[in-house]
């Protein structure tokens, strides 16, 4: 590392709080090594009091730009110069770039996941997905679908707090995209198999599978999921959620969160840097690999 910074080396940032964990600066700075890129990406704790002052400073030091995680994203864009359409629709921020003192917030996290899917010849387009949650993750990917001509989409989510988010996206995509989008409590279990009965795509964008949930899925009837069904999960820690264990018992096809999480990184590495991330060398890494075995015989390219 000492060798590969010198005066010139830019800085690209991701900001969140907790932050730590993350696999993105693992990510870029093997990519940047990789091409030979002159940056070097680090992660910063910042919660949404110091979120203003950040967003100056980085401004100020005309960083090229940075990644913005939970509990920014929402907050952000209020602070930058202007918005993608996608940014704009989902409502968050996950990628801002600095062109010439004007900073754009951009949403990759929704073309992260089509693109897995692309990536691994999964075509969506024109057919019909039904998707649970309505959080932050949840709203980008059927945003996204629907911008990208997912013909129709079910969403469920329980009655909590993000139900009514849930409820704005349906509005939001309804509205502003040729996409037909419904939304149904997470609790109408007749429903929800019904909806996958008709759907290509079942996929979870909840945080159950994982920690504090691990070993808990959206699903609990195994024979909601038919063979040719194609089941995802956001969740990538463990690499087999509870809802994958399952699907692979029911003969469907499926993908955890890393895809997503690799693509959302990709295409973020591609604004920065106008470049493409080598994605096979950085899917090959040991801290990608991981314990991946099974996901990757299941949708190896
Ligand atoms: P969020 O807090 O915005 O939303 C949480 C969602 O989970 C809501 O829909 C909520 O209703 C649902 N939920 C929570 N507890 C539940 C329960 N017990 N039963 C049913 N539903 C429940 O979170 P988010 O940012 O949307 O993240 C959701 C998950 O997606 C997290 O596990 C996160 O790590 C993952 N994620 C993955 C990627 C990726 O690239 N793979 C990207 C973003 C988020």
């Not at 387009?125 to 949840?138: E, M, Q, R, V, W």
């Not at 989510?157 to 419904?182: G, L, M, P, W």
């Not at 295409?267 to 096979?280: L, N």
Request: glycine residues 10%; charged residues 20%; aromatic residues 6%.
């Amino acid at each position: 590392m000492a060798e590969r910074i010198s005066g010139h080396t830019e800085l690209i940032g991701l900001i969140a709080t907790p932050i730590r964990h993350s696999l993105s600066p693992i990510m870029h700075n093997e990519a940047f090594a990789k091409l030979g890129l002159d940056y070097v990406y680090l992660a910063f704790e910042v919660n949404n009091q110091e979120l203003p002052d950040v967003v100056k400073g980085f401004r100020a030091l005309k960083l090229r730009g940075w990644n913005v995680s939970m509990p920014n994203k929402r907050l952000i864009g209020k602070y930058l110069d202007q918005l993608t359409p996608a940014a704009q629709l989902v409502g968050a921020v996950n990628t801002v770039v600095n062109d010439n003192g004007v900073l754009t917030g951009d949403i990759t996290d929704g073309t992260g996941y089509m693109r897995n899917l692309k990536e691994n010849g999964v075509d969506i387009i024109g057919k019909k997905i039904t998707i649970a949650g309505g959080g932050g993750a949840a709203t980008a990917i059927c945003v996204q679908a629907a911008l990208d001509g997912v013909k129709e989409i079910s969403i469920f989510n329980r009655k909590d707090e993000f139900y009514e988010n849930a409820q704005n996206t349906v509005e939001k995509i309804n509205t502003k995209t040729s996409c037909h989008a419904q939304l149904f409590d997470l609790a109408d279990q007749d429903r929800l198999r019904a909806e996958i009965a008709g759907s290509v795509l079942f996929g979870n964008a909840t945080g159950v599978g994982m920690k504090p949930l691990e070993g808990q899925s959206v699903i609990t009837d195994l024979s909601m999921l038919r063979s040719n069904l194609i089941v995802t999960d956001v969740v990538y820690s463990p690499r087999q959620s509870k809802l994958l264990h399952i699907a692979e018992a029911q003969g469907c096809r499926f993908f955890n969160g890393l895809g997503m999480m690799l693509w959302q990184g990709a295409r973020a590495f591609e604004i920065w840097t106008g470049k493409q991330m080598p994605v096979d060398y950085i899917r090959s890494l040991p801290f990608l690999a991981g314990d991946d075995s099974k996901q990757s015989a299941s949708t190896a390219k």
